[in-house]
């Protein structure tokens, strides 16, 4: 928020809790969700024009909105193909398709780059610009190397400070960094760890440009709201933070979970998708001041993604992955790991988004790909491909298209010391390539 000409800071706040027995029926959450998912955002509202069905379905909402859009952009019919692309890219981004691109990735030609020693200790955490072109990577050596996705070179390193230093004045991370989360221009890296501040850097530079303190404990995970410049942490003091990086301001803190916050995730609406060790899962509906609870059986959920507006997926410590739907407090569909080895919880996933393709990571490194299939009614999870990549799978992530998937695996888990993997090969960043064969 900017007042004359000055950044400043929205009044903290703790949203109101949407905490409704089984189903989240509420006139807000049948608007959001409709038939097909998704929601076109509230921000502005909505007139319906003259002539307009009064009956008019949600998704036939949503389509004429569509349309409008591409009409106010000044596309004509007459460009079909730009006109075709635009559009779908537009009912994708507004939740009214879901591409089908899993079924491709048993059948595809699979290329797969990788760098041991990207980090001197173990990596935790990887980011991708969403063409896939540059990646961000942090670890427990404190540094934050930025990559050539083509090349599987590192470009950049923002080395760790002096741990001898408080972190303020230290001009790097001076503990490991868990958390790291890059803008879709590429242009600034945010990154966050054991030493409670959220760093941001500038590529073009080089160079640290700001850092946030505010958080009491270990910063676990970062994004940023697709298009835009509003990142969110998350962190073991059980809350999550907002910035503004336009303006370089901190805005609010979030309240609610009961225990530590393991990870976050967004699309482009101005809402944050949460799980923790308190069992639940939060989406934070900020202009609404609200969150919506879901409960999970597990003790703990260690990794979210957002798939589309309205549905989510997630892994958990017992080593389940479960897709949520915004109008169902408990899981649509739960899937259990079944493997021999003990070290099974789920440390990562991550989603294309608007797709049904998912991807999952486990302490014991083994790698698996998704398609997140089903209707509305009866969702699944069936595995198209898994990957031993030894080591623990502490951080994945999809380039939009999904034909990238950024690998984080060290020898130890992002998040403690609890067993360490004998070989240091396991210490590496992979970039997985899906190409059609």
């Known amino acids: 928020m900017v007042l004359n000409g000055k950044p400043t800071k929205r009044k903290r706040r703790r949203p109101e809790v949407s905490d409704k027995d089984e189903e989240i029926d509420s006139d807000e959450a049948e608007l959001d969700s409709g038939e097909e998912g998704g929601g076109v955002g509230e921000e502005g509202g909505s007139v319906k024009e003259e002539g307009e069905e009064l009956n008019e379905t949600v998704a ?18 007459e460009d079909s193909e ?10 994708r981004d507004i939740g009214l398709t879901i591409r089908d691109i899993a079924d491709g990735i048993a059948s595809s030609k699979l290329t797969v780059s990788v760098r041991h020693k990207a980090h001197r200790l173990s990596p935790c955490c990887v980011d991708l ?3 896939a072109d540059f990646a961000v990577s942090g670890g427990k050596d404190r540094r934050v190397n930025l990559w050539d996705v083509e ?13 001898h230093l408080q972190a303020k004045d230290s001009k790097g991370h001076v503990k490991s960094v868990l958390a790291v ?9 945010a990154s966050g760890g054991e030493d409670h501040l959220v760093r941001i850097w500038d590529v073009r530079k080089k160079g640290a440009v700001h850092s946030f303190p505010g958080h009491r404990k270990t910063i676990t995970s970062l994004c940023f709201r697709h298009g835009s410049k509003q990142l969110v942490s998350a962190s073991n003091d059980r809350t999550l933070k907002m910035f503004d990086l336009d303006e370089m301001a901190y805005v609010e803190t979030l309240f609610g979970h009961g225990a530590e916050v393991i990870s976050v995730d967004a699309l482009s609406r101005e809402r944050y998708l949460s799980g923790g060790m308190d069992g639940s899962l939060r989406l934070w509906k900020i202009a609404e001041s ?22 989510f997926f997630t892994g958990a410590s017992d080593g389940s992955l479960s897709l949520w739907g915004i109008n169902r407090k408990k899981p649509l569909h739960t899937h259990f790991i079944e493997d021999s080895n003990p070290n099974k919880s789920i440390t990562s996933v991550a989603a ?43 951080s994945i992530k999809f380039g939009r298209s999904g034909k990238v998937l950024a690998v984080a695996t060290g020898q130890e888990h992002r998040l403690g010391r609890w067993s360490k993997a004998p070989s240091w090969k396991a210490n590496a960043i992979r970039f997985l390539s899906f190409a059609e064969s």
């Open 60 to 77: 036939e909402k949503r389509l004429r909105l569509a349309k409008k859009y591409l009409s106010d952009l000044g596309v004509d019919e």
């Open 82 to 91: 730009d006109a075709e692309e635009l559009e779908e890219v537009t009912r």
């Open 129 to 131: 610009t969403p063409n």
């Open 151 to 163: 090349t599987c070179k590192a470009v950049t390193t923002f080395e760790g400070g002096d741990t």
């Open 181 to 189: 989360a890059v803008t879709d221009d590429g242009k600034l890296v």
């Open 290 to 311: 609200s969150q919506i609870v879901f409960k999970s059986p597990a003790q703990s959920i260690d990794a979210v993604a957002c798939i589309e507006d309205s549905l």
């Open 352 to 394: 294309c988004s608007h797709s049904d393709l998912c991807a999952s990571g486990l302490q014991n490194g083994r790698l698996s790909i998704w398609k997140a299939g089903g209707g509305k009614a009866q969702r699944t999870l069936d595995e198209v491909l898994n990957i031993d990549l030894g080591g623990s799978v502490n």
